[in-house]
């Protein structure tokens, strides 16, 4: 009894207790607590591999220019692409516009864990590389834009907006045109990127005021004209 106490009080005692000790789910979380996780080494291989699976931590993502982002409460079976995901959300960026670097090996693979890449441990750190990303990318993300805006949805409008939806890689406003009808009656994919109206347009057309005064925060061209010249 006075060794089990002991353990929970320090948790690094847990390497010299007996080995039922260390099986002990219980003690061995007690002891990891009190030691700022250096106990969970000396837990049994059972147990360590399980809590290792659920332990949370935090990774830091570095630019090429040296600015640091922290990530936390990141687990072992935390996928590549919910790690873009956090890290998009973030910065204010598009997924498809980050590329992830461990070392000099792309982290391409979405669906791999952390675990699986090697970066589930306190000390592994990521590098963050900017990319334009495809036009067809930013096609499907200003069509969540337009279907967030169809839908009266002005908030999602614009985490959309600050993701970069209603913007081509360089920054210039898309104009949507649809196939007949009008545009937010149309299937999204069926929306032509070209000639049309903007999403300023859209928004002083839907009478969503806010947005548009958003929008124009943003500074987009409040002087372009729609299909009609207006």
Not at 43 to 48: F, G, Q, V, Y
Not at 185 to 211: A, K, P, T
């Amino acid at each position: 009894q006075f060794i089990y106490e002991l353990v929970k009080l320090n948790g690094l005692a847990l390497k010299f207790a007996p080995d039922s000790f260390k099986s002990d789910r219980e003690l061995v979380c007690a002891a990891i607590a009190h030691s700022d996780g250096l106990a969970l080494q000396y837990a049994s291989d059972e147990l360590r591999a399980e809590l290792s699976e659920r332990a949370e931590f935090d990774l830091s993502v570095r630019t090429l220019s040296g600015a640091e982002h922290l990530l936390e409460g990141l687990q072992a079976t935390t996928t590549v692409l919910e790690l873009k995901q956090k890290l998009a959300e973030k910065i204010g960026a598009a997924v498809f516009c980050l590329k992830l670097l461990a070392g000099m090996d792309a982290l391409d693979e979405d669906m791999k864990t952390l675990s699986d890449a090697g970066l589930a441990s306190g000390d592994a750190s990521v590098i963050l590389v900017r990319v334009p990303g495809a036009k067809e990318d930013w096609h499907a993300l200003t069509r969540s834009l337009l279907c967030a805006i169809a839908c009266k949805k002005p908030g999602e409008a614009k985490r959309l907006i600050d993701l970069g939806a209603g913007f081509d890689s360089d920054g210039n406003m898309l104009k949507v045109s649809a196939d007949g009808g009008t545009i937010l009656e149309q299937e999204w994919d069926h929306c032509r990127f070209g000639h049309g109206v903007s999403m300023l347009n859209l928004c002083i057309r839907e009478g969503l005021v806010d947005m548009a005064l958003y929008l124009i925060s943003r500074h987009v061209d409040v002087n372009g004209v729609n299909e009609s010249g207006r």
